[in-house]
Structure formats: C-alpha cells, structure tokens
C-alpha cells in the first residue's frame, strides 16, 4: 500500500533467517522491457543466493549501480559508503596508478548482496583474486567477446574449440554466458601467479584458440586490427582491476539478462537473451548451481606459461600491459 505522500514504503526481507535488510522504493521499476522492480531483482538474487554467494565469496567487487533503473545513468563503485551495516565484510585495495585505496565490498553472505541492491546494485564485478591475497588470482578466465558483426553461432564454435583444448590440458572449464553477446569460461587456477603471469598464460591458450579457429578468433591488442565479424579471446580480462559480470549477475539492460552458468551440452542451443531475472530462477530451482564444484577442479598454470615461452621464441608480439589502477 502507498504511503500518504504517493510513495510505497519499504520492504524488510529477512535473509537466511539471520539478517533483516531494509529495501526503499521496493516497486521503482529498473527493467522496462518487461517492467521488473527493484524488488523483483532483490527477489531474484534472493532465488539465486548460494550460486551469487559462491560466484562473489571472499573477493573483491565492484558495484555497478543504477540508481534510476538501467535506463539511467550508472555508477561504477568501488568503495563501500559509509553508514553500511556493521556485520558488512570489506577488503582493502591498493591503486598505485593513483597512489589511493578502496574497501571494496567482499561478499561472505547473501545479506551483502540485497544490501547492495538496496544500494540500486545491479551488476556484481568480482576480482579473479580472493582478499587472502589479492595479488595472486585463483580465477583464470576466458572471455568470448564477439565483434560487432561476429554471429553467435562463432562464439558456440569458439567455445567447443576452448572446451577440447581445455579437455588436452587436463583443465576444467565452467562455462556461462555473459548476459551480452559472448561467452565466459571459468577455470580455478592454483594462486601460484600474480596477474601478469596469469594474463601471460591467458594469451596463449587464446593464441592456440586462434590457431585453429583463424578465420575466426582473433587476439589481435587494437580493436582497429580486428576483423568486424571476428571474435576476440579476451586474455586481458586477467589484469589487475579487469572485472567480468559475476555468475548469476544480472546485467543492467531492459530485458534484466543474466550472466548464466550453462553446462557444455547446453552451447549449441543456448539463448543467452532467454537467461533473464524472469526465467533463470526457476531454471536455478530445478537445476542448482551448475558451477557447485568450481572450487574442487583447480589447474595448475605452468603448461599455458611454456606455451608462452615457445610463442615469444618463435618471435610472437608481446601485447602492452592494460591500465590498470
């Protein structure tokens, strides 16, 4: 019911049975494709929380929030507001670009997600690294970012190239899509490495993806050399500061799509568009976490780093170093 001046007051959720998070302006419609709330999106996460939790546990995040619906502007936000609740986990990062910091929220319970939500949070951007040692990545990922006129029938082909050469290397790869137009594979990685060496790595398993896929997969550095309809391995993605939509973390579109986990059987059908705040729920419920066991399959990275010795005696181009902060 609204309240005297027009506007419906809060909503208190109760948050497995041991926090109680206050919601503002729960019925502000944030996707207008389909007229979803900010209450419906803390609903989703709320269907979602041992998938989100996993996905964010113990490392830092960016927030990317929408204050007015993601049809307004957005505020990417590293660091947590004062005044959030006492019980919120944070974790201090150094900037030497800026010679600055942040505390940076680090998600250990679902309640700190729906406190960021009800901070308008829609999108959720971990580091590849956890705050036990923020230099040293456990997270190796591989980004399928289509160019603007690559097919997505690419990114399938790209993606069962990845899945075989991940099969040679004895390496376990969690697929999902991105919420966009791509798609992202996960794999745990021993935090043997700091980021360079993990980006290094990264480069030449997307050198090998290229190879035997080179009228489609490029991993050329400026998007100027790269052909409009071709698909870029992302090995930058690995830098330091470099954030992807987590798993099962709405992205901030119309539609509300979600960044899925999707099994390998599931890449020659999938419909990333179909993945919604709408219909991944359900698909949660009778399906669970599809990357449950990330944490059990970690690789370790020494075969990519020969890789990488052999492609720089054989004279391939070192790429600049991304910004970092």
């Known amino acids: 019911m609204a ?29 207008s494709e389909r007229g979803e709330t900010k209450l419906d999106l803390a609903h989703y996460y709320l269907s979602v929380g041992d998938g989100i939790v996993r996905a964010l546990r113990e490392r830092p995040t960016m927030l990317h929030r929408f204050p007015k619906g993601v049809d307004g502007p957005k505020v990417h936000q590293k660091r947590v507001p004062a005044g959030a609740p006492p019980w919120l986990e944070t974790v201090r990062l150094h900037f030497p670009r800026y010679g600055l910091h942040a505390d940076e929220l680090c998600v250990t319970e679902l309640a700190s997600v729906l406190w960021a939500v009800q901070m308008s949070t829609v999108e959720f951007h971990p580091w590849n690294s956890r705050r036990a040692d923020t230099e040293s990545p456990d997270e190796w990922r591989i980004d399928l970012d289509p160019m603007p006129e690559c097919s997505f029938d690419t990114v399938r082909r790209a993606a069962v190239v990845c899945h075989e050469v991940l099969d040679e290397i004895g390496a376990v790869g969690w697929p999902k899509t991105s919420g966009g137009s791509g798609l992202h594979i996960y794999v745990r990685i ?82 990333p568009k179909e993945l919604t705040i709408a219909t991944v729920p359900a698909r949660f419920a009778a399906l669970g976490d599809l990357h449950a066991g990330i944490d059990d399959a970690t690789f370790d990275i020494t075969p990519l780093l020969e890789w990488a010795d052999r492609d720089e005696r054989d004279g391939a181009a070192t790429p600049p170093e991304p910004e970092t902060s």
């Not at 027009?6 to 109680?20: A, Q």
């Not at 998070?21 to 419609?29: A, F, K, Y």
């Not at 991993?219 to 698909?231: E, K």
Request: hydrophobic fraction near 35%.
């Open 3 to 31: 309240s005297a001046k027009g506007k419906t007051p809060p909503v208190i959720l109760e948050v497995e049975g041991r926090r109680e998070v206050r919601l503002s302006s729960p019925d502000r419609v944030y996707f």
């Open 190 to 271: 021993r935090p043997d490495h700091g980021f360079g060496q993990v980006r290094r790595a990264a480069l030449a398993f997307a050198r090998e993806i290229e190879r035997r896929l080179p009228d489609d997969v490029t991993t050329a550095w400026w998007r100027r050399d790269r052909a409009p309809d071709s698909l870029f391995v992302d090995y930058n993605q690995n830098a330091r500061d470099h954030t992807m939509a987590a798993a099962y973390s709405v992205r901030g579109n119309p539609r509300g799509t979600v960044s899925t986990p999707i099994r390998w059987d599931e890449i020659a059908d999938v419909e």
